[in-house]
Nanobody, 121 residues
Framework: QVQLVESGGGLVQAGGSLRLSCAVS????????MGWFRQAPGKEREFVAA????????SYADSVKGRFSISRNNAKNTVALQMNSLKPEDTAVYYC??????????????WGQGTQVTVSS
């Protein structure tokens, strides 16, 4: 069973940066496309970024383009989300997810438990 564990969340001031990491176990990372999603209080979970198994295809939500960067290290079974120029509206629980196919919708096969990101104004 594939397990995903996020880390790196926390409290940061607006304009600051955070780097989220997702560790994958129970499976081989290169078999999966990976994505990051987020869910703010009272809102539905939304797509943030996705990366194909090779890293050759990447997609971002319009709201984070130019500020966030997704990357992966298949040798270390990790995926990262570098978040710069953070805004209060980026406050949410961030989830790492794995899919057998590259997608930007939330029908991924495996999900982590999430890590809280709070951006203060």
């Amino acid at each position: 069973q594939v397990q995903l564990v996020e880390s790196g969340g926390g409290l940061v001031q607006a304009g600051g940066s955070l780097r989220l990491s997702c560790a994958v176990s129970g499976g081989t990372l290169r078999n999966y496309a990976m994505g990051w999603f987020r869910q703010a209080p009272g809102k539905e979970r939304e797509f943030v970024a996705a990366i194909s198994w090779s890293g050759g295809t990447i997609s971002y939500a319009d709201s984070v383009k130019g500020r966030f960067s997704i990357s992966r290290n298949n040798a270390k079974n990790t995926v990262a989300l570098q978040m710069n120029s953070l805004k209060p509206e980026d406050t949410a629980v961030y989830y790492c997810a794995a899919s057998f196919q590259f997608r930007t919708t939330n029908d991924y096969n495996y999900w982590g438990q999430g890590t809280q990101v709070t951006v203060s104004s």
